[in-house]
C-alpha cells in the first residue's frame, strides 16, 4: 500500500499565495507520477497539475496554468509540491495528493491509485 501526506492547506485572500506539500511512503516503486487534483461538493474530482518524477514533464489545468508551479524532490523520496501564487475564489476546494504509474498528458483520474486525506484551500 502507498500512504500519502499532504500538507499546507489553508485560508488565505484573493491574490495570495499557498504552497502545498506531499509525501508519499510506502510500497512507492510504481509511483512515477504524482499528481494534485481537487474536487468540490457534488462535483467530480479533477486534476490539477501533475508531474512525472523521473523528467521534466508536467501538465497543468488551464485554469491554473500560470498560476500554480508543481515541483518535486529527490523522485526517491516521492514529495511533490504545488506552489499557488494569484489565488481565485474559484480555486477553493479540497486539494488531494495522488500517485499513478505513469505519466499521460492529459491525465487521467482513473490511473491514480493511492490518495491522500485531502486539505482543505479556502480563499476569500
Known amino acids: 500500500d502507498v500512504q500519502l501526506v499532504e500538507s499546507g492547506g489553508g485560508s488565505v485572500q484573493a491574490g495570495g499565495s499557498l504552497r502545498l506539500s506531499c509525501e508519499a511512503s510506502?510500497?512507492?516503486?510504481?509511483?512515477?507520477?504524482m499528481g494534485w487534483f481537487r474536487q468540490d461538493p457534488g462535483k467530480e474530482r479533477e486534476p490539477v497539475a501533475t508531474?512525472?518524477?523521473?523528467?521534466?514533464?508536467?501538465?497543468y489545468a488551464d485554469s491554473v496554468r500560470g498560476r500554480f508551479a508543481i515541483s518535486r524532490d529527490n523522485p526517491k523520496k516521492k514529495i511533490v509540491y504545488l506552489q499557488m501564487d494569484n489565488l481565485k475564489p474559484e480555486d477553493t476546494s479540497i486539494y488531494y495528493c495522488?500517485?499513478?504509474?505513469?505519466?499521460?498528458?492529459?491525465?487521467?483520474?482513473?490511473?491514480?491509485?493511492?490518495w491522500g486525506q485531502g486539505t482543505q484551500v479556502t480563499v476569500s
Open positions: 510506502g510500497n512507492t516503486d510504481d509511483a512515477t507520477c
Open positions: 508531474i512525472y518524477l523521473h523528467g521534466p514533464m508536467t501538465w
Open positions: 495522488a500517485t499513478a504509474r505513469g505519466f499521460r498528458d492529459p491525465p487521467r483520474t482513473r490511473d491514480f491509485k493511492s
